[in-house]
C-alpha cells in the first residue's frame, strides 16, 4: 500500500512544474511572503489578493484556493466567503487553515461559517484546531497546538478527524508530530517531519499552500492533501540536517530551498506514509 501511495505522489511535483497552476491566497500578514515563496518553490504561481471586489475575478483564474484565517478581520471574512463560493461553483479546490480555532469568538464563528457556507474541499489545520472544530475543547492559547492537546490518543484523533469528514464533506487533516488525513473512509499518516518544524511560525500555513499545489494537480483530493503534507515533512528533515544547527532562521530558508529541489529519490528512498 505505500508503495502505491508514493507512486501516484512521486508524479505531482512534475505535474506541478508544467501545469504552473496559479494559487489564489486569502492568507494572513504573519507567513504571506514564506506561502508564496513555497507556492513558486514547488513549481506553481502565487496569487495573494484579498479585498473582496477582487475576490471573485481572482479566483475565476485559479487552479486552487487557499484560505486561511490567521489574521482574520471583517474585510477579509467577506472576501473568503465570496472567493469560497465562486470556487466550488467552478469546481476549483478550497483548501481551508482554520487558523487560531478555538481562541476566541470571531475565530470560531467564522470557522464555522466557511464550512457551511463555502463547504471547503480540504480542512487542514494543527491538531488543537482540528479537535476544537470537531467538538473537543482545546487547551489552545493561540495558533499553535496546545500541550494538552499533543498527548491525545492517535486513535481517538482519527476517530474524529473521520466524523468531522463524514460531517463536513471535507477531506480533514490534523497535523502535528504525525499528520493524519482522511476522508471519512480511509486514513492516511505521514511520519515524516521535524520537531524543529515548529520552531518558526508559517510551517503549517506553508504545508496548506504546498496542498493547494498538489490538489489543483491530483484528481483525489486525498492524495493531494496526503503529498503537501508529504513534501513539507520530507523537506522539514533535510532542512534539519543541512542547517538546523545555525538556528531557526536558516532553518527556513532551508525548508524553501529543500521544496525547490525536490526530488523522486527524497520521496523514494525517506517517505514514511502508511493507510491503515
Ligand atoms: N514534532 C514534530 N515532528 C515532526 N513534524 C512536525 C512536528 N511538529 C510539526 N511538524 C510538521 O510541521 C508542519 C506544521 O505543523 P504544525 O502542526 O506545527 O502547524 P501549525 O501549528 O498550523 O503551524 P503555523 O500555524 O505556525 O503555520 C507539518 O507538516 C507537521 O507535520
Ligand atoms: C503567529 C500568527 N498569528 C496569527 S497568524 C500567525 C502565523 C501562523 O499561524
Ligand atoms: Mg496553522
Redo the contacts with the bound molecule.
Keep these: 500500500m505505500t508503495k502505491k501511495l508514493t507512486d501516484i505522489i512521486k508524479e505531482y511535483p512534475d505535474a506541478v512544474r508544467t501545469e504552473k497552476p496559479l494559487i489564489h491566497h486569502i492568507t494572513n500578514y504573519v507567513?504571506v511572503n514564506d506561502c508564496a515563496n513555497i507556492t513558486l518553490a514547488a513549481g506553481a504561481s502565487p496569487v495573494m489578493a484579498d479585498d473582496p471586489e477582487e475576490a471573485e475575478d481572482i479566483v475565476s483564474l485559479a487552479s486552487a484556493l487557499v484560505i486561511n484565517m490567521g489574521t482574520l478581520n471583517k474585510r477579509t471574512i467577506e472576501s473568503m466567503i465570496t472567493a469560497g463560493k465562486a470556487a466550488k461553483k467552478k469546481n476549483i479546490p478550497v483548501i481551508f487553515d482554520p487558523?487560531g480555532a478555538g481562541a476566541g469568538t470571531l475565530r470560531n464563528e467564522t470557522a464555522a461559517r466557511i464550512l457551511k457556507e463555502v463547504r471547503p474541499s480540504v480542512l487542514k489545520?494543527?491538531?488543537s484546531e482540528i479537535l476544537f472544530i470537531s467538538g473537543v475543547s482545546s487547551g489552545a492559547k493561540g495558533?499553535?497546538?496546545s500541550e494538552n492537546d499533543k498527548n491525545i490518543r492517535e486513535e481517538i484523533i482519527c476517530e474524529k478527524i473521520k466524523k468531522l469528514a463524514l460531517k463536513t464533506g471535507c477531506v480533514v487533516a490534523a497535523?502535528?508530530?504525525k499528520?493524519i488525513i482522511s476522508d471519512g473512509k480511509r486514513v492516511i499518516y505521514v511520519e515524516n517531519?521535524?520537531?524543529m518544524?515548529?520552531d518558526i511560525?508559517?510551517?503549517?500555513?506553508m504545508?496548506t499552500s504546498l496542498t493547494a499545489v498538489f490538489c489543483s494537480v491530483s484528481n483525489d483530493l486525498l492524495l493531494g492533501t496526503a503529498a503537501g503534507?508529504l513534501y513539507?515533512?520530507l523537506a522539514?528533515e533535510k532542512a534539519f540536517n543541512e542547517a538546523g544547527n545555525r538556528g531557526s532562521g536558516s532553518f527556513r530558508t532551508a525548508l524553501i530551498d529543500q521544496i525547490y529541489n525536490t526530488s523522486r529519490k527524497n520521496i523514494e528512498e525517506n517517505a514514511k506514509i502508511f493507510e491503515r
Excluded: A, L, P, Y
Design positions: 507567513t487558523v489545520g494543527n491538531v495558533v499553535d497546538v497535523t502535528g508530530e499528520d517531519g521535524h520537531r518544524m515548529s511560525t508559517g510551517t503549517g500555513c504545508t503534507i513539507m515533512g522539514g
